[in-house]
């Protein structure tokens, strides 16, 4: 399923005081984006226990209980001890598009009428579902019209604002929200079509507890194993390219300034790409759409890339083509006058480096 209108985690809390107080919720998201934690952190908001039930892990019998026989010769189903409680609770239900179809349906009464056989939730309890979408590669089935219409449908986007608020006082490794807040779009990435990492929210998360159990002897080897175990390709290069500069006296500013070379040592590859990847973000964030918008400062630092463009492309002719390439929807990234410019000018800026 995928919604027309996303909300981020903050904004999750306040729909959900809304909503699942009087009506179930399915929260909808991509893998790692945090929608169990939400769920937990919003019923000890409510002061409710907690209690979750993961869809690929039950059967039918497991919800509806089994039989006993009572006094008067008749038999009751008793529902399972987790459910059937005294006190209002949140029951989470975890997983419920991967849950088979006989299962989906054991929860429609459940989910609906807030009963199981002759139990009812106590008043106040709250049923809140969460799943992934297929579109996700994740494990999900189709769920049948009759559940859908029973659940109010939130869909759940990655924010680097929320995470990295959060984060700020749940104890993540500094190069993590250092290196994300320069990058927040490093957050997530969509699941890829093969069975390799990808980077989310969670698998951030698993990477600052790798950090704070190495220790500041981490070495340069076991950071490259930790970042590609667990982040997009990508990512993995930027931010063990990221953590050099933390180690060593590596920095844009200073490349940008003539104080500092491109790495060229073939072991500073990493480096190099994170640098690059700096380096065109800065040119798309500075130099204006427009030439007869530049300031002379900007005019100065078009002139100042070329040149590192071709210091760039004399270490890596590959590298230096990732800071002027298009962009993933094949529209150029960078203004079209400094492309031009860049053009025209390398040969020049080349022979004047001979």
């Not at 989906?104 to 009963?115: E, N």
């Not at 290196?179 to 998360?205: C, G, I, Q, V």
């Not at 950071?223 to 982040?231: C, F, N, P, S």
């Not at 040119?283 to 204006?288: A, G, R």
């Amino acid at each position: 399923m995928q919604g027309a209108v996303t909300v981020s985690p903050s904004e999750v809390p306040e729909l959900l005081l809304g909503l699942a107080t009087v009506r179930p919720v399915f929260l909808w998201g991509a893998p790692g984006i945090g929608k169990s934690s939400l769920v937990r952190e919003f019923a000890d908001s409510l002061g409710l226990e907690c209690v979750s039930l993961i869809g690929t892990q039950l059967a039918p019998e497991d919800l509806v209980g089994v039989p006993q026989i009572t006094p008067e010769g008749r038999s009751r189903f008793c529902p399972p001890e987790s459910i059937a409680r005294d006190e209002p609770y949140c029951l989470f239900l975890d997983e419920l598009n991967a849950a088979t179809p006989d299962v989906q349906k054991a929860f429609y009464s459940l989910i609906l009428d807030r009963r199981i056989g002759s139990y009812e939730l106590p008043p106040g309890s709250i049923v809140i579902g969460a799943g992934n979408r297929a579109t996700d590669g994740a494990l999900a089935r189709p769920m049948a019209s009759a559940l859908v219409n029973r659940l109010v449908h939130v869909h759940l986007r990655a924010s680097a604002t929320d995470w990295l608020g959060w984060a700020a006082g749940s104890g993540i490794h500094p190069w993590v929200t250092d290196y994300l807040t320069d990058r927040p779009d490093h957050l997530w990435s969509a699941p890829p079509k093969t069975e390799e990492p990808f980077s989310t929210p969670r698998a951030w998360h698993m990477l600052s507890d790798a950090l704070h159990s190495f220790g500041p002897t981490l070495e340069e080897a076991t950071l490259k194993v930790l970042a590609h175990g667990l982040l997009t390709p990508q990512h993995a290069v930027g931010f063990c390219g990221y953590a050099k500069i933390v180690r060593n006296s590596y920095g844009l500013d200073a490349i940008l300034k003539g104080d500092a070379r491109w790495p060229h040592r073939r072991e500073d590859r990493d480096l190099l790409h994170y640098l690059a990847d700096s380096f065109r973000t800065r040119l798309v964030k500075e130099l204006p759409a427009r030439k007869e918008h530049a300031s002379d400062a900007r005019r100065q630092t078009a002139y100042r890339a070329k040149t590192l463009l071709v210091q760039l492309a004399e270490i890596s002719v590959e590298v230096a083509q990732t800071v002027i390439a298009d962009g993933p929807d094949g529209n150029p990234v960078l203004p079209a006058w400094f492309l031009i410019e860049a053009a025209r000018d390398m040969p020049r800026l080349v022979e004047a480096r001979r």
